[in-house]
């Protein structure tokens, strides 16, 4: 008999990024190889500009005006343009704050903890992803630079030495966002460009003009794939992803501290700072999941952002929104546990007072819609995705409205309490806001690459040097992994999934062309 | 083609061009084993455990962050309580005028961002980048190394370095190409 | 690759407990020791109240290792993890210790009196506690115990239960059924979590409130969790006696390692926020549980929380060469799980109040044999249970599909 280390080792080993059961492999459909990944990717640059980028860029730009000019009337103004009173100090500035941080935390999340998990399927969205937040971050930051209304004297947020000898407020919770936001802005830009560099060297070294070539060919450092600089760059990604790692949590958590360090029923709870997360995490995936669908669908790039990534992303979001609705309900649960009529009249005036229409709004949105996403056949409708990630969007932007609002408008003392309805000047920025972000989106899948091709490369088969496939490339495509594995004749539902969505739309022509270019090599 | 050079001419090494990463993955370890030291190989992505074929060390670069770290942490105490105690003595809300708690979330920050722009230039000072002009960018193959090919730059520099035996040895570890690279940077 | 559509699979005979193995002695001395201890410890401190206290603190931490495990099984289906296959029938057998638990909870029954006394017998005048009645009330809290454990017995014996009979027959539906079930799992072990620490834990100080409490116990559970079962690798796999064969390397116990400094950073976090909200905004009817934790010589067990229960396993578990040395490795994880026993001691043993102590009786920190008789007696039964259970079927799950990734898998 053989002995259990002979039997143990003789038990097939799959390749890299292939998963037995299905649910996690073929990341990359169509078997890409490594030209037509860079091909594909790179295309979406080279190819002529189309009348759609167009249509979205006029209409981000025409957004982008508006909010260039509620800032400028609410800076030549002030603040009082804006609809907020007393008490209800704190209005839509704060909640365009909070919704755009949080769609940020997303990219973050999939660029650097589903990195550290070792989640493959991250590779293909994380770009694109980290793209967004940085952008998302731009809008965030935008707020609280407004809102202080003397926006001439914002420096003093920062510890400079000045004539009066006056030092920020180190025990201020907005004085925490100051650093955190910036930071974490900061700290997105530099991973999202380690990662561009190799990626920028191979548009520079497939550049036709000698504009682009220069252009991308300063920001590529001269990057040549040297396997002494990839030696360290493994270890500089790894490391920023392990920083990045904790600072989502932190940024998250300490706009969570903005609230919850007051004594306010309602703001003031121990469990905000990871219910923020958790909430960030959940509205950012929306935010991926809709940008996706809209790129996948105007770039062809179905075999890339696969309906595996849909699906993944809704498991997320089913996730974070479960755990985001187990916070409201522990809030609620101790709002009565407490004994404290503070806290019951907060949490009770929430969700039937005067503001129940924006709770229940935040309720169905956050908590009810996700719930769709247990069933697979609604995972795997586009359109069901589209609009549950949407409503997810308006849920997560009317939970920071109800936290805000609904908490301050009833005062301790009765006779301040006030209504809050938001003024023209409230609408034009946040709506403006878009227009910032939709220019910033439209200006990157323009110039840079959406998808981090080097990165895309590394988990398809014939990335690995042990593999089968790794030997040639005409053995990429003479055998399927399956075919390898003791289970191969059970039926993959998963796997059904993935092709049925695509039918046979999947090559890309100039995949096709590629591969054959590359066989005939 | 080079074979044609002038012995005089200053050349930088001879540039192999392998098709699959499994090539040149084996090419690595033999020509880490033939013991040359001043050479490199150059793929689109990073393959995996090429860096044990090539028989490298381990990146410093942890230590540096790690270092850059604390630093910006204890700069950013240090900060708030010298602000706080020593600059600009003023009781806001009834806090004290230091306390570690509310120290804790700029402490954090400042640590993360020291230690981030610490990852970055420490990598940048490490591949010694950016360096825009180098000798291989003249070879018109070796523009798809980022793209999908993957090559095996042995330096004239190093000392066990002869350009025909070396060439040959590189055509034997299944090169499908090789050719010797001038350094026209040096004069 | 070839070769793999002739390969004979292992039979579950192949890869269980040798008979050479210590551990088929750990079931009869586990179970003698416990015994053993508990009753001495039950001896000595059943009337002053300080064997339910201490008992208390023994079964929430051995408990919290337990549904550690069982979180720990339902997120390698729920993510579909390859690497862990090797070790994870290590969890599924932490996990289904469960039932033991549930027996294990009668002592705490008897002991309502000394350890929920302020809520059972509510003072005539306190408007809270009345207010609170419909939730803290002996009928209900019974309901509740009863739903949690079966809750957890469930799910522990589901995952076990499926995981052993794919050894057998090697179907892979077996892990599409327990991919499928991790879902409702995680939503099912939240919330059991939450409110069996709050009804345990929480209500032993019935007016202090904090929504965090149910997280910060999730937090500890599953770092002493990581910590044992980081522990139990190294064990296992000693060289002469490795249960594994050499399969489980160095490369799954870095990994665990890293989860195990990820849940370090994560109960500091949790720690930290519900310590620092509370603190900040200094409300009173908050700011009182502090007051008892950090009374008298408790404010010194706290700063050991903050440095051995974060600062120096931080710094320890950063290091690579740390993770992958199995001697400091297996020093840490035991410094680790010493850790959650003192975190866990400090949140419940402050409110000890000895029976017929006087009105103005100040808690302090003073360890007495019954904390460290329960201890050691809830765990010499949690180790039978288990090693009763390593017994009966095969060391690796053998047939799981995801095996052989687990086989070659290889950390960055």
Request: aromatic share 16%; with cysteine.
């Amino acid at each position: 008999m053989a002995s259990p280390t002979e039997l143990l080792s003789g038990i097939a080993k799959p390749m890299p990024g292939y998963d037995p059961i299905g649910g996690r492999d073929q990341l990359v459909t169509d078997r890409a190889d490594f030209a037509s990944i860079t091909s594909d990717v790179a295309g979406v640059i080279e190819r002529k500009t189309t009348i759609g980028w167009w249509v979205t860029f006029m209409v981000s730009l025409g957004l982008l005006g508006i909010l260039g000019l509620s800032v400028a009337y609410l800076v030549y103004n002030g603040t009082g343009v804006w609809g907020i009173n007393s008490p209800i100090g704190w209005g839509w500035a704060i909640v365009n704050f909070v919704f755009w941080v949080g769609i940020g935390h997303a990219g973050t999340l999939i660029s650097a903890v589903l990195f550290l998990f070792r989640q493959k399927w991250r590779t293909g969205i994380n770009r694109f992803a980290e793209a967004m937040t940085i952008f998302a971050v731009m809008c965030a930051l935008l707020f609280p630079t407004i809102h202080v209304g003397r926006i001439w004297l914002l420096h003093w947020v920062f510890p400079i030495p000045n004539q009066m000898s006056a030092w920020p407020n180190f025990r201020s919770p907005l004085l925490w966002d100051v650093f955190a936001v910036s930071i974490y802005g900061t700290t997105s830009i530099l991973f999202w460009y380690v990662g561009l560099i190799p990626d920028l060297a191979t548009m520079r070294d497939r550049a036709k003009t000698k504009i682009a070539r220069m252009a991308y060919g300063i920001f590529a450092l001269g990057w040549r794939g040297s396997n002494r600089h990839w030696q360290h760059y493994e270890v500089a990604y790894l490391l920023l992803a392990g920083l990045a790692t904790p600072l989502v949590l932190s940024v998250h958590s300490i706009v969570s501290f903005d609230f919850a360090v007051s004594q306010l029923p309602g703001w003031h709870t121990t469990i905000f700072p990871p219910y923020f997360v958790a909430g960030a995490i959940f509205s950012g995936f929306a935010m991926v999941m809709n940008l996706v669908i809209i790129a996948r669908w105007a770039f062809k790039l179905e075999h890339i952002f696969t309906m595996k990534h849909l699906d993944n992303m809704a498991r997320v979001i089913t996730l974070t929104g479960s755990m985001v609705g187990y916070a409201y309900a522990m809030e609620f649960f101790i709002a009565y546990y407490s004994g404290n009529p503070y806290e019951s009249f907060a949490f009770v005036n929430r969700a039937f007072g005067p503001y129940a229409w924006a709770y229940w709004i935040m309720v169905s949105c956050n908590v009810i819609s996700p719930q769709l996403f247990w069933f697979k056949k609604l995972r795997n409708n586009i359109a069901v995705l589209f609009i549950v990630s949407i409503f997810v969007n308006i849920g997560m932007w009317f939970e920071r409205f109800v936290i805000t609002v609904t908490s301050l408008h009833r005062d301790f003392l009765p006779a301040s309490w006030d209504y809050y309805s938001p003024t023209i000047w409230d609408i034009g920025a946040f709506v403006g806001s878009f227009g910032l972000f939709g220019t910033m989106m439209c200006l990157f899948v323009r110039f840079l690459p959406l998808i981090a091709i080097a990165e895309l490369k590394t988990v398809i088969p014939a990335a690995d040097p042990h593999g089968a496939h790794g030997h040639g490339s005409d053995h990429a495509h003479s055998d399927h992994p399956h075919s390898d594995h003791p289970h191969s004749d059970h039926p993959h539902s998963d796997h059904a999934a993935v092709d049925q969505g695509h039918g046979g739309q999947g090559h890309s022509a100039p995949a096709i062309a590629l591969q054959k270019a590359t066989h005939e090599h | 083609m080079s074979t044609d050079h002038d012995t005089n001419e200053r050349e930088y090494g001879l540039l192999a061009e392998f098709t699959n990463p499994g090539a040149v993955f084996h090419a690595c370890e033999k020509v880490r084993d033939a013991g040359f030291t001043v050479w490199d190989s150059h793929t689109p992505f990073p393959v995996h455990g090429l860096d044990k074929a090539m028989g490298l060390k381990r990146s410093p670069l942890p230590w540096v962050v790690l270092v850059a770290g604390l630093t910006g942490a204890s700069l950013a105490m240090l900060l708030q309580w010298w602000i706080g105690e020593v600059a600009y003595r003023m009781v806001i809300s009834g806090k004290p005028l230091f306390a570690w708690q509310p120290s804790i979330p700029i402490t954090f920050e400042l640590g993360v961002l020291f230690a981030a722009f610490a990852s970055v230039f420490g990598l940048l000072h490490l591949c010694r980048l950016p360096r825009h002009h180098h000798p291989l960018f003249s070879s018109t193959r070796f523009e798809r190394v980022t793209d999908d090919r993957f090559f095996i730059a042995i330096e004239s520099g190093d000392p066990k370095y002869d350009r025909e035996q070396t060439r040959s040895f590189l055509a034997s570890l299944g090169a499908t190409a090789v050719e010797v690279i001038e350094d026209r940077d040096v004069d | 690759m070839g070769g793999s559509h002739t390969k004979t699979w292992p039979s579950p005979a192949d890869l269980t407990l040798p008979d050479s193995s210590g551990w088929n002695k750990v079931p009869l001395i586990g179970a003698l020791i416990g015994v053993a201890c508990i009753g001495a410890a039950a001896a000595m401190g059943w009337t002053s109240g300080r064997f339910a206290f201490a008992y208390l603190t023994a079964y929430m931490y051995w408990l919290s290792i337990a549904l550690g495990g069982l979180f720990f099984v339902i997120i390698q289906f729920a993510a579909r993890a390859g690497w862990s296959v090797l070790v994870r029938r290590v969890a599924e057998n932490i996990a289904a210790t469960m039932p033991l638990f549930a027996v294990l909870f009668i002592p705490i029954l008897l002991n309502m009196d000394h350890l929920y006394h302020h809520w059972l017998h509510p003072d005539a005048n306190d408007a809270v506690l009345a207010h609170k009645a419909g939730y803290l009330n002996k009928t209900f809290f019974l309901v509740r115990a009863a739903l949690y454990f079966i809750t957890w017995t469930g799910l522990a014996l589901f995952f076990h239960r499926q995981s052993t009979r794919q050894d057998v027959d090697g179907d892979i539906r077996h892990t599409s059924k327990m991919q499928a079930m991790s879902y409702p799992a995680i939503a099912l072990f939240g919330l059991s979590i939450t409110f069996a620490a709050i009804d345990w834990v929480k209500s032993i100080d019935p007016h202090w409130f904090s929504t965090m409490w149910g997280v910060y116990y999730f937090a500890g559970a599953i770092l002493g969790f990581f910590a044992l079962f980081g522990l139990l690798t190294v064990m296992m796999t000693r060289e002469g006696s490795d249960l594994f064969h050499g399969t489980v390397t160095t490369e799954h116990r870095h990994d665990i390692g890293k989860f195990t400094f990820g849940f370090v950073v994560f109960w500091t976090y949790i720690a930290f926020s519900q310590y620092f909200l509370i603190w900040y905004a200094s409300l009173p009817e908050e700011t009182v549980w502090f007051k008892h934790h950090l009374a008298g010589n408790w404010e010194a067990v706290g700063y050991v929380l903050i440095g051995g229960h974060f600062i120096l396993p931080f710094l320890f578990l950063m290091s690579r060469h740390m993770k992958r040395n199995r001697t400091t490795y297996a020093m840490g994880a035991v410094w680790l799980l010493f850790m959650h026993w003192v975190d866990l001691y400090w949140n419940i043993m402050p409110m000890y109040v000895p029976h017929g102590a006087p009105a103005d009786y100040h808690s302090h920190f003073a360890l007495s044999p019954e904390d460290i008789l329960t201890f050691v007696g809830v765990g010499g039964l949690f180790f039978a249970t288990f090693a009763f259970l390593l017994r009966r079927q095969a060391i690796v799950p053998i047939r799981d599909p995801r095996l052989g990734e687990s086989l070659r898998f290889e950390n960055f």
